[in-house]
């Protein structure tokens, strides 16, 4: 099993900037692909940012070019630096692994609120 804990989420005004931080417990060693997804109000959850163990990532095109998305393993985390953010981009991020048998972990979420 696999368990993952996100911070980071809070308030900010449309053009600033948030860092968001998932830490990975737990059976860490089978884990592939890190990323985060977002689910807006009355929307399905969507793909953020995906990134691999070798460190090949993956963006949705709205965010690409402001968001960042990043690794380490060492410490079994991964992060999302979210700059130049908009009020669309207002969700709850969920930090999500996947491992070698395929299986899925999701964290618990945290809110992103960008106003205008």
């Known amino acids: 099993q696999v368990q993952l804990v996100e911070s980071g989420g809070g308030l900010v005004q449309a053009g600033g900037s948030l860092r968001l931080s998932c830490a990975a417990s737990?059976?860490?060693?089978?884990?592939?692909?890190m990323g985060w997804y977002r689910q807006a109000p009355g929307k399905q959850r969507e793909l953020v940012a995906v990134?691999?163990?070798?460190?090949?990532?993956n963006y949705e095109d709205s965010v690409k070019g402001r968001f960042t998305i990043s690794r380490n393993n060492a410490r079994n985390g991964v992060y999302l630096q979210m700059d130049n953010l908009n009020p669309e981009d207002t969700a709850v991020y969920y930090c999500?692994?996947?491992?070698?048998?395929?299986?899925?972990?999701w964290g618990q979420g945290t809110q992103v609120t960008v106003s205008s």
């Open positions: 737990g059976s860490i060693f089978k884990l592939r692909v």
């Open positions: 999500n692994a996947n491992d070698i048998n395929f299986d899925d972990y």
């Open positions: 990134i691999t163990r070798e460190g090949s990532t």
